[in-house]
């Protein structure tokens, strides 16, 4: 069995990232580590936010270090919530502080409820082990934003979000089919392909 520590603690995050790595991992994140400190995400990108938190994390911590950094983009709103997605209604804001404004938002945009609103989910992943960045991987899913909530699955813009070829919101999905459609599976995917080829090492 493979170690692997995420750079989170958002548990609802390691769940589903332990889940998509299967059985033969195991998974801990850095909830009760706190003598591990956050690193400022200030990256211009999911991906360099990735880097930061993989890089910053496996200087303290021994072992191999995942880090994900993920958003809602949407395209009425220019991009927004974009890298600023857990951040959205402030920076201690809840999940559902962050959709509230995002609903906020689409309301004041003239015509939003009178087409699909489009919009997409990207995650990036880095993986790093002492310091040192050993690969990074990116991966989306297109959809619409739902202008009510529904569903009690998921978290973060869940329930907002229909995936393309879906009439569901990712929070009326169950857990295995998103786990299979996600932003984060399709990054999650290129990982594991990356590790069955040997890059990780034994």
Known sequence: MRSLIIATRNRHKTRELAAMLGREWMVEDLTGRDEIPEPEENGRTFEENARIKAEAV???????????????????????????????????????????RLLAELAQVEHAAEEPVTAR?????????????????CGSVEGRIALAETGMGGFGYDPLFIPDGYSQTFAELEPEMKNRLSHRARAMKQVMDWFQRGAGGA
């Not at 709103?77 to 920076?91: F, H, M, Q, V």
């Open 58 to 100: 496996s200087r303290v911590a021994p072992g191999l270090v995942l880090a994900d950094d993920s958003g809602l983009e949407v395209d009425l709103l220019e991009g927004a919530p974009g890298i600023r997605s857990a951040r959205y209604a402030g920076e201690k804001a809840t999940d559902e502080e962050n959709r509230d």
């Open 121 to 137: 989910f990207r995650c990036a992943v880095a993986l790093a082990e002492g310091g040192v960045i050993l690969e990074t991987f």
